[in-house]
């Protein structure tokens, strides 16, 4: 079995997948951007939105220090989903975590006492971590010359 992927023009690759969560009664599609450098697959923030996930009810993520590039932000357990890839070809549990989105504000005066403020927020994608790959038993074949590439599975 073979599951195929994107490898967009900014260099990411992405699978199409469907997620569920039954304790928060989630479920949809969702885009995920394989993240061979994150241990723990992370729900994003707008995924969790549009599929209806109570962010809110969310509680702090006890497991070890989580370091990244990938933005600022909290993190939190959502607990058990069900990533299922290529139309259910491919399925496995995971305990995901979510982070919440830190907004930054910069405030500069210029010199004629005009204020400026900008905010940024940091979001990231939902990305599909090595914990995925470990747990089902999967490989991930990318051949960059081709931009082709697809995940077998066991």
């Not at 982070?99 to 405030?107: I, L, M, N, Q, V």
């Amino acid at each position: 079995m073979a599951i195929p992927l994107r490898l967009t023009s900014d260099g990411r690759v992405e699978v199409d997948a469907h997620l569920i969560s039954a304790p928060h009664r989630a479920r949809g599609s969702v885009a995920f951007v394989i993240d061979t450098g994150s241990q723990k697959t992370i729900l994003g923030a707008r995924d969790a939105e549009t599929l209806g996930f109570p962010t809110e009810a969310f509680v702090p993520y006890a497991g070890p220090t989580m370091f990244g590039i990938g933005g600022k932000g909290k993190a939190l357990e959502v607990g058990r989903c069900r990533i299922i890839l290529g139309g259910g070809a491919l399925m496995t549990d995971l305990d995901l975590i979510y982070f919440r989105p830190d907004r930054e504000t910069t405030t500069k005066t210029r010199g004629s006492g005009v204020r400026q403020t900008r905010q940024r927020l940091f979001a990231l994608p939902s990305l599909l971590g090595t914990d995925f790959f470990s747990t089902s038993r999967c490989t991930l074949v990318v051949n960059w010359a081709s931009r082709t590439g697809e995940i077998r599975g066991p």
